[in-house]
Structure formats: C-alpha cells, structure tokens
C-alpha cells in the first residue's frame, strides 16, 4: 500500500477497526522489543524500541493489540448474530 501522511479526518477511524493492522502491531511489538541492532550509519536504528516508535508503536503492546483483535472479532459476531436472527426463514404454519 501507500504511505499517505495525512488522512482526512472522516476516515480516521479506519485504521483503529483494522484485522490487519492490530495483528501487524502486535507481531512488531513480540519481534522488536528489548533488540538491540548494530548501527553503520547515523540513521540507522540501534534499537527494536526505536524501530517500534518508527513504525508508530511506540506505547503499544502486544495484549493491546490483542485487546484491539478481540474486541473487532466480538463485534463481527454480534453484529453477524442480529443480522441471522432478523432474517431468519419465516414458514407457513402447518394446520
């Protein structure tokens, strides 16, 4: 994808309800965190905290990311629930 550096604001909110994102951030936090890399060059990243924060997750961990997951899942399940139930098959009664 495109690396877009300003998102308008009504759409926001789409990164915070993303599978993908929340799964990327928490196997990025489990990788990086506490490594320590060797540098060559002044702009490369000594540390896996540094790559986490390059990345923009710096404050994030891996049970917030699975916070994240849970919390899209249940409410795919619930909403997937009320839909089945409202258009559940209605029958002719039987005399």
């Known amino acids: 994808g495109y690396y877009v550096k300003t998102v308008p604001k009504a759409f926001r909110w789409i990164q915070n309800v993303s599978l993908i994102r929340h799964g990327f951030e928490g196997l ?7 490594l320590k890399f060797d540098t060559e ?3 490369d990243v000594a540390t ?12 994030s961990t891996v049970s917030k990311s699975l916070a994240g997951l849970g919390r899209i899942m249940l409410f795919n399940y619930l909403f997937t629930y009320a839909v089945l ?3 559940k098959p209605s ?5």
């Open 41 to 43: 060059l002044p702009s």
């Open 48 to 59: 896996g905290q540094a790559a986490l924060e390059r990345l923009g997750f710096g404050e």
């Open 91 to 95: 029958f002719q009664q039987i005399e």
């Open 85 to 87: 139930k409202d258009k």
């Open 28 to 34: 990025s936090v489990n990788e990086f965190q506490g």
